[in-house]
Each structure stands twice: as structure tokens, then as C-alpha cells.
């Protein structure tokens, strides 16, 4: 039973170092299109790796271990990659539980206060390969808790909001001073941005180029919005101003907040024709190399009566910040009311920033639309051009 326990969990473990390596690809597919809980399915492939290696070695130990704490560290393996390994993982964990089990239960330990003569005692037989298995257990052991830890302190320090300033600013002149009757809410809200505005974190300079409204998306291969639905697409730009590459999975990614702080998600299979309509330059698991610009597009599905402009933002997640992109300003009767189906074709104009045929890959900042006089932390000090919302209110007149 003991040989038979100790063989299960040696096949449990082979099955599921190949299952969690199947997790971890499926993450990192998932991490190049930026599709939400990416980063969570790579951590459970780590986790269910890890796991796996502790079963295989604690299955090879138990077939001539005399001690049950053999079996239960097994388990207590097998058991760890079911519930931190993912659904393939746990799976092929049964394996290894019930060998577990078997291991545990078939051992048979010595009887309390028997002696063995001299003669019987059996020599010292443990080699240097109950050393290396020993080494292998403990460093997988401690790597585990030090990606727990990593995972931790990412979860912890991810919302903060670092310093973000614009990318290039111009020489300006003296501005009116701003209105200081409520300083400590201007210091609390969040440093916001237009579409065409390009700003800067501590590895990146980001520029949303342009943002439509629109029906559908593609060339060759199209995809095209539901009944009911529109597609929002957006299209954008970062470069690498460190010293170093950037893994993949650390580029700037971009999302869609409603008005009462939802966030949404890409569409992967538009954005994938979209990304192919721009000719995006952003690569699939490939480090961006310092001062490399790269472009990309994504595609989010909406409601046509429940998006608006006036008060949906871009989100960009970058660096562990999160920053706020806003749309052109609309007129203020459209401000309050969702986008009818009715002026959409306005609300695409009205939403394209000023220089969108501008080439999606210069890098240059002469490209980019001019910034504002006064600072763009404040979106109030932004306006959009004039002749946006006077067509925009034309065409919501009955």
C-alpha cells in the first residue's frame, strides 16, 4: 500500500507539472491581450507547479519511508496545488491526495519501546540522493512562500497613485492662478488627461491617440457590435523612457470606467481585427527595449443607451497607478443624458481627437496635439473644440 501510494503521487505530480504548465501559457496569452485576471491564472500556474514538484518528491521519499510524516506531507502537497494550482491542477492532484492517503496509512511504524540488537541495526543508507531531494523540497518550499509574499505586497502597493507628469510641456506664460476656495479636494482627486495628451510615469510615456465610436471593426476579418451595443475602440501609444527592457507583462494596460466607477474590460477578439486595422506594433511576449514606441488598440462592447461620453473615462494601468484619461467635452445637454442611438454618428466625430491622422507609430511629440495652457492635472481647464458640441447639439433638437 505504502509503494502503491508513493507511485500515485509520482504520477499525480508529473500530470500536474504538465496541467500547470498549460496555466501558466494560457495566463500569459491572456497577459499579452491584457484580458482581466491574467495575472491571477499565472499565479495559480506557479502555485500549481510548485505543488506538482512537491509531489513528485515526497511520492519518490515515501517508498522507503518507515515514517507516516512522509504520507502527510504529501497530502498536505497534493491538497496545496488543488486549491492553489487551478482546475487542471486539482485534477491531476486526486492522484497525489489519495496516494497520500495510501502512503500515510500503509506506513507502519516501529512499536513504542522495542530495542533492536546491534547486530540488527540496519547501516546508515542515506546518499547524497536523500540530500538532493531534501535541498529540492526546501528550496521549492521556500519559493513558494517567497511568491506568496511577492503576490502579497503586489496586491498591497497596486492602487497607489505615483507622480505623473505631462511628457513634454512647452514654454508657457504666466497663467492665472487657480481658485484655491476648496484646496483639499483639488489635492484629492486624481490628475486627469485628454485624448491626444501624453503623459509620463517613471517607465513610460502613454498618449491615447484617438477614441470612436463605432459599429464595427476590422479589414479582412471584421467583428461587429450586437443589437443594442456599440463598440468603443481606442487606439494608443507608449514608449520606454528607461534604462532597461520591459517584460510584456508590465506594459500599460487600458480600460473603460462608467459613471459609478465599474470597470471594463477589452473585447480580445475585436481588439485583436482592430489591432490588425491600425497596424498596432505591439508584440506578444516580447520585452519593450528602452526607447522603443509601440502602438495598440482596444475594443470595449457597450450599450448605445447607457455610454456617454461626458461621463465614461479611459483608465490606463501603468506602473501600478491608475490614470485617467478623459473624453473631449460634449455640450451640456448631452452631458446629461446616455448616448441615443440617434447621434451616434455625432458622438463618433465628436470623440476623435483633433490630429487622429496623425501616424499611429511617430514617436516624435511634434505629432501630438498641443497641450493647454494651464496644467492638465486638472480636466476643468481642458475644452474640446467648439465645433464638437455645437454639432452634437444641433443633432439632438428635434
Known amino acids: 500500500m505504502k509503494k502503491a501510494g508513493g507511485i500515485l503521487g509520482i504520477i499525480g505530480g508529473v500530470f500536474g507539472v504538465f496541467a500547470a504548465l498549460v496555466t501558466l501559457f494560457i495566463g500569459g496569452v491572456g497577459g499579452a491581450f491584457q484580458a482581466s485576471g491574467a495575472g491571477t491564472i499565472i499565479g495559480l500556474g506557479w502555485g500549481g507547479l510548485a505543488f506538482s514538484f512537491l509531489s513528485i518528491i515526497f511520492g519518490a521519499v515515501s517508498l522507503g519511508a518507515r515514517s507516516r510524516t512522509v504520507g502527510v506531507l504529501l497530502t498536505l502537497s497534493a491538497l496545496g496545488g488543488a486549491i492553489l494550482g487551478g482546475t487542471m491542477v486539482a485534477i491531476c492532484m486526486v492522484l497525489a491526495l ?15 519501546g522495542t530495542t533492536l540488537a546491534p547486530s540488527a541495526i540496519p547501516t546508515r543508507r542515506r546518499g547524497k540522493l536523500g540530500k538532493v531531494l531534501g535541498a529540492v523540497a526546501a528550496v521549492v518550499a521556500v519559493a513558494i512562500v517567497a511568491l506568496m509574499a511577492i503576490g502579497i505586497e503586489s496586491k498591497r502597493g497596486g492602487g497607489g497613485h505615483g507622480s505623473l507628469t505631462p511628457a513634454s510641456a512647452p514654454a508657457r506664460s504666466p497663467v492665472p492662478a487657480q481658485s484655491t476656495s476648496s484646496p483639499a479636494a483639488a489635492a484629492s482627486s486624481p490628475q486627469a488627461f485628454q485624448v491626444g495628451e501624453t503623459f509620463a510615469t517613471q517607465t513610460f510615456h502613454v498618449t491615447i ?89 482596444d475594443v470595449f462592447e457597450v450599450s448605445s443607451t447607457q455610454f456617454n461620453p461626458a461621463t465614461w473615462t479611459i483608465q490606463v494601468r501603468v506602473d501600478g497607478q491608475d490614470v485617467i484619461v478623459r473624453f473631449p467635452a460634449l455640450s451640456s445637454t448631452q452631458a446629461s443624458a446616455p448616448v441615443k442611438p440617434s447621434v451616434q454618428a455625432v458622438a463618433r466625430a465628436s470623440i476623435q481627437p483633433a490630429v487622429s491622422s496623425a501616424p499611429m507609430g511617430a514617436a516624435s511629440t511634434a505629432s501630438e496635439p498641443a497641450l493647454p495652457a494651464a496644467p492638465v492635472a486638472s480636466a476643468s481647464q481642458t475644452t474640446a473644440s467648439p465645433t464638437a458640441p455645437a454639432s452634437v447639439s444641433a443633432q439632438s433638437q428635434p
Do not use: C, M
Request: aromatic share 6%; proline share 6%.
Open 98 to 112: 489519495v496516494g497520500g492517503v495510501l502512503a500515510t496509512l500503509g506506513t507502519k511504524p516501529e512499536p513504542a
Open 209 to 297: 491617440t484617438s477614441a470612436s465610436v463605432v459599429h464595427s471593426v476590422g479589414d479582412l476579418l471584421t467583428s461587429k457590435a450586437p443589437a443594442g451595443a456599440e463598440y468603443v475602440a481606442v487606439a494608443w501609444r507608449y514608449t520606454n523612457r528607461s534604462q532597461a527592457p520591459v517584460s510584456a507583462f508590465a506594459v500599460p494596460s487600458v480600460h473603460l470606467l462608467d459613471a459609478q466607477g465599474h470597470r471594463y474590460d477589452a473585447d480580445l477578439e475585436a481588439s485583436s481585427f482592430y489591432a490588425a486595422q491600425i497596424h498596432a506594433s505591439a508584440k506578444a511576449l516580447s520585452d519593450v527595449n528602452p526607447g522603443i514606441t509601440l502602438t495598440d488598440g
